[in-house]
T-cell receptor, first 116, second 115 residues
């Protein structure tokens, strides 16, 4: 069975600070996808990134970066120079590639508050 | 492309009533998923369709829940004889199942409150 653990529940930072959101996953599959989604107060889940299990390259997109380490089953997300608009709940999710169903297994989410 | 839409956005109902939610996926997406999210939790998978076929249902989906996707376009999720425990956000997502790429895009959700 798959499992995603986001041990941090709430993080509060001051604007312009860097912040890292942790994600640890469990799966028996050798091929899988990892995702991060952002859920602002409006409720809609916004896709941020997808990472394939066979691609361990880290990725940077503007102020966002992701560190994927298969050895520790972690897929951490860093926001550099945080802004108030980054305040949201962030979910890490996992889907397996075997079978036809690519359902997502989510962690419980991390509530990030960025104070001006 | 207008994204995934869901209606209604909010629904308040009394226990025992039936409710129906609608999801319109991104056009040309062949897969459609339903999830349920309760307060303080991540979304949990309920069911999914590939075109018009419902291919998997979670054990979370009791007999009171039914979902359809006629003609492989929009989908409806009906809850019969609602209970207070059904109060949650119901999220719909759609995707295109390519060879190596599949990303689910979510709608704004329908927030259900059962009194």
């Amino acid at each position: 069975a798959q499992k995603v653990t986001q041990a941090q529940t709430e993080i509060s930072v001051v604007e312009k600070e860097d912040v890292t959101l942790d994600c640890v996953y469990e799966t028996r599959d050798t091929t899988y996808y990892l995702f991060w989604y952002k859920q602002p107060p409006s409720g809609e889940l916004v896709f941020l990134i997808r990472r394939n299990s066979f691609d361990e390259q880290n990725e940077i997109s503007g102020r966002y970066s992701w560190n994927f380490q298969k050895s520790t089953s972690s897929f951490n997300f860093t926001i550099t120079a945080s802004q108030v608009v980054d305040s949201a709940v962030y979910f890490c999710a996992l889907s397996e590639l075997t079978g036809a169903n690519s359902k997502l297994t989510f962690g419980k989410g991390i509530t990030l508050s960025v104070r001006p | 492309d207008t994204g995934v839409s869901q209606n209604p956005r909010h629904k308040i109902t009394k226990r025992g009533q039936n409710v129906t939610f609608r999801c319109d996926p991104i056009s040309e997406h062949n897969r459609l998923y339903w999830y349920r999210q309760t307060l303080g939790q991540g979304p949990e998978f309920l069911t999914y369709f590939q075109n018009e076929a419902q291919l998997e249902k979670s054990r979370l989906l009791s007999d009171r829940f039914s979902a359809e996707r006629p003609k492989g376009s929009f989908s409806t999720l009906e809850i019969q004889r609602t209970e207070q425990g059904d109060s949650a956000m119901y999220l719909c997502a759609s995707s295109y199942s390519g060879v190596w790429e599949e990303t689910q895009y979510f709608g704004p959700g329908t927030r259900l409150l059962v009194l």
